[in-house]
């Protein structure tokens, strides 16, 4: 019997038992309480900007967040077709349409040259207002996923909003420490989102963040994601707001996982070393690279696989790894195909094709340990050498 080896399992070994029975004790677990404003100000401290705005989860952040940049209904929102769903949702529930564009084959991220080709060959200027040529609709923003721990290529995501005009919300949910040329993701757009999922690289067993420097939009993002409660004491309400705030005993998980994210974040770069190192000479797997701009926090380890020359396809070896008891992970069907999304513009994305096909994600749990991380390894290498 060997013991099952996870993605992505939390690791608690900081404060977290404290904290979490100072809330118990005190008797504040739910919206209020001391733990939401402290975790709050330490995020907004570690990624040196004014105001991170907790809540109930990240796709509740991007929900407000895309409220707050002015996406209205009927509008387009420019984002990857290569994502976890979360953000196209969110688009959704402002009754906006996302529109996927594919991603580059070298980091996987948005490809910031199909986006402007997109705005400069499909949209048009429509009395002062930027249309989708074809649908007719405005588009409004862009939203930008640094997937699995990689920054995107920001600074030219920025060009393009800055000569067409858009706001970005910055999706950071699979990124919290990495880094864009020394800058936090996080901490790179307008309004940029995160997320303390228990998958997540540091996690408050659920929870998210709207984080900003814009100090309207942090009071509004409060405002909001409290019912949208206008008086102190009184229950008086202008608007439909929501119930998206934080409870303090998530907050205080948060902030005991804060203090250790820096060597979360140093596990996951050892684990990615060691992978790359083992499958760098494997015929038909690619390992993932990190730009020159980029700190990756390799949130999840994804390698390719080529079926041709590796002999097997990426399902196949994860059925492999499975009878191994080691646990991986096919990426999320590009969004462009998702039929939750079918009624958005169709486009050809090819690359985000290919990597629906040939990607698969390892153990990158932070607690990995080496006898284990050996054990993937070897179960991988196994898999083709059984062909021959
Ligand atoms: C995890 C994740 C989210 C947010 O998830 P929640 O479970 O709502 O906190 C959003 N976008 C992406 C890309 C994610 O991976």
Known sequence: MTEPIYLSEPKFCGK???YVKECLDSGWVSSAGGFVGRFEQEIAAFLNVKHAIATVNGTAALHIGLLLIGVQPNDEVLMPTLSFIAPANAVKYVGAYPVFIDVESDYW???TEQMRRFLRDECHIDSGVL???????RISAI???????????????KSVANEYGLPVLGDATESLGAKYKGRPAGSLEEISCLSYNGNKIMTAGGGGMIVTNNDLWAERAKYLTTQAKDDPFEYIHTEVGYNYRMPNVLAAIGCAQLETLSRFVEAKRRIAEKYAVAFDEIPGIRIVKEAPWAFSTYW?????IDEAEFGMSSRCLAQRLAAQDVQSRCIWQPLHRSLAHEDSPQRDCPVADQ????????PSSVGLSSFNQDRVITAVIAAKESLR
């Open 109 to 111: 991220q948005i490809d």
């Open 300 to 304: 999840l380890y994804t390698i390719l």
């Open 16 to 18: 977290e038992w404290e």
């Open 355 to 362: 990597l629906f096909e040939q990607a698969l994600s390892l």
């Open 143 to 157: 939203l930008p996923v640094h997937i699995l721990g990689h920054p995107c290529d920001t600074d030219s995501i």
């Open 131 to 137: 249309r989708n040529k074809l649908s007719g609709r």
